[in-house]
């Protein structure tokens, strides 16, 4: 369960359906799909660890992947071409998902200036207006990436699981009330939205007492004080 995925079905995906009944065999269909990937991607670490190819995650996969093909009778003398093949699909692979990320941040760094109902071409006046431009909040989002790539995302990295499974979460609770709302029955989404609630605000309160230990422990640097702070907001957020 993915709280990326949610912000990608609810931003994108749900505009590329022709109809609500499309969602199902679509959804379950890319799920099966990223099954199969992640089965490829453990069978790919497993060759690349015989092989060698350990010199970073591109290596990894196109390396790995490259070897088990070869290793199929009537494959052999294929590695290097589909290794430089591989090393493409991962790449494009990246390169879509961050186009994705950007643009999901762009949507939602857009939503934070407006009032429910209202859409940026609403706005007329005043620094809103400007905020919501697309360029504008497209180029905030772009920057602030950069930035935390350029300065160690590895120390925040840590809320990334916490933070995704808890918006996982709230995307279960998102769509429990509006079926509620609209008089469905939404009884099948309460319990796993409860337990990825409950999970991961225990998760971030562990996450912050880990922080706050290190911080006393003296000598940290702003990374577990981003972590213990990020942590409060998202239990404050998700308690909201």
Known sequence: ISG????????????????????????YGGM???????????????????TGHTQGATDIFAGGIAAMVAAIPGMAGMENVL?????????????TSLDT??????????????EPGQTPADIKEGYRKILVNPYVSTGITVVLGVLLG????????????????????????AVATWLGNIGKNNKMFLFPMA??????????????KNQVALIAAGGADWGPYAQAILAVLLIILAVM
């Open 4 to 27: 990326f995925h949610s912000l990608v079905s609810s931003g994108t995906t749900a505009k590329q359906l022709d109809r609500e009944k499309d969602a199902k065999p679509i959804a």
């Open 32 to 50: 099966l799909l990223e099954c199969v990937l992640a089965i490829l991607t453990v069978c790919a670490i497993a060759y690349a660890r015989q």
């Open 83 to 95: 290794y430089t093949l591989l090393i493409l699909t991962y790449s494009a692979f990246c390169l």
């Open 101 to 114: 990320a950007t643009r999901l941040a762009r949507f939602m760094f857009q939503e934070f200036w407006l």
């Open 150 to 173: 350029m300065t160690g995302y590895s120390k925040i990295w840590g809320l990334f699981g916490s933070a995704n499974q808890l918006l996982a979460g709230l995307g279960l609770l």
């Open 195 to 208: 337990f990825m609630n409950i999970v991961t605000i225990c998760s971030l309160a562990i996450t912050i």
